[in-house]
């Protein structure tokens, strides 16, 4: 049967409107890692595929927060809990909060060419520390390039919209690669070897003091959070609204940079489960082999814990109940898994082994 026009025109649309978004989990949904914090002269991920660095003197609490926007189909934000203030903002200070993007998820946007397209940053944010705040694109390949919008928190904790237009960058292109491409920047604190010069609010080669020109000191008093949620970087002049995902699609996409073992946002000495096998081999051996959950960016580093203590840089032994060596790869771990193993604490081949890991394959 032919689809009606109007028929046509609806799926054409949805089509259109689907898989638009760059960021991935910019609803806060996945939070393998737990709650972290950051002290001075860290880079920490918490959120999954967020970031935050800072090298100043200030501390927080980087949690997953369940204040969001009312009406708007959010249940979870990002929330910065400043914990040590700084007030005293050296020329080198910064602090930004951050999504890095691969090279190979940009090439629709054309860059470097007579094409290249405009970009959207939409976004809901609260702070009790209002003001002007920057948001900056920086693209990290061989000739570093860069672009800020500033935006204003207008009052204090109340969530508001905000969209920010990027022009498309006809001069060069980005990578086709894995590799750290974009960096998708919040700022949060500017020093003014970051802020003293005129903001560059088109495509430039990247000059450091035109990047956060007029940030705000958000990490001036240990009463100040700052929230973030439903952020969208699309294709285009406007902003279109969210597009909410399943959380089994996210997850996937966030596992491509970190996997794990046991429960989401748990430590894993709290929930030590079991992901071991029983013995294979010999008396003194075990061969096994483990898969990560999606195809990884590149063969990711990985840390063992014991299935039942959460010690790092062990297994468990269940049949005797002991902690014995972590495998090791009989080949080089890859971006799908690897085999591995085990050559000591072995008592019998019918020892069931059980061991949690960590793989890490962030940019």
């Not at 949904?29 to 970031?51: C, E, M, P």
Request: charged share 15%; glycine share 8%; proline share 1%.
């Amino acid at each position: 049967m032919a689809l009606s026009k109007i028929q046509s025109d609806s799926m054409s649309n949805a089509a259109i409107q689907s898989n638009r978004n760059l960021i991935i989990n910019g609803a806060m949904k996945i939070h393998q890692r737990g709650n972290q914090v950051t002290a001075g002269g860290t880079s920490v991920y918490f959120l999954d595929r967020w970031n935050i660095y800072h090298n100043t003197a200030a501390a927080a609490n980087l949690q997953q927060s369940t204040v969001v926007p009312t009406g708007q189909g959010f249940s979870n934000s990002l929330l910065v809990d400043c914990t040590t203030a700084d007030t005293s903002v050296a020329s080198s200070d910064a602090a930004v909060l951050r999504q890095v993007i691969e090279g190979q998820n940009l090439q629709k946007l054309a860059y470097g060419t007579s094409s290249a397209k405009s970009i959207t940053l939409s976004f809901w944010v609260r702070s009790t520390k209002t003001g002007i705040y920057i948001s900056n694109i920086y693209h990290a390949d061989a000739t570093a390039r860069s672009q800020s919008h500033q935006y204003t928190i207008s009052q204090a904790d109340t969530w508001e919209y905000k969209t920010l237009t990027f022009s498309g960058d006809t001069s060069i292109a980005a990578d086709n690669d894995n590799a750290a491409t974009f960096y998708v920047q919040w700022g949060l604190m500017a020093g003014s070897d970051l802020s003293s010069g005129t903001l560059n609010t088109t495509w430039q080669n990247s000059t450091d003091v035109n990047r956060f020109v007029g940030q705000v000191n958000f990490f001036d008093s240990t009463s100040n959070n700052f929230y973030l949620t439903g952020v969208q970087l699309e294709i285009g002049d406007v902003a279109t609204p969210f597009e909410h995902e399943d959380t089994g699609t996210t997850l996937r996409k966030c596992q491509r940079y970190y996997a794990k073992s046991w429960s989401q946002g748990s430590a894993v000495n709290t929930n030590p489960g079991v992901i071991g096998a029983a013995c294979v081999g010999n008396a003194n051996r075990a061969f096994g082999n483990v898969f990560w959950p999606v195809t990884m960016r590149t063969a990711p580093t990985v840390t063992w814990y014991s299935g039942s203590s959460g010690t790092v840089n062990k297994w468990r032994n269940a049949s005797s109940g002991t902690d014995i060596t972590a495998a090791a790869a009989i080949a080089g771990i890859g971006e799908s898994g690897y085999g591995f193993v085990l050559s000591s604490g072995i008592d019998a081949i019918t020892d069931t082994l059980q061991g949690h890991y960590q793989a890490v394959a962030e940019m």
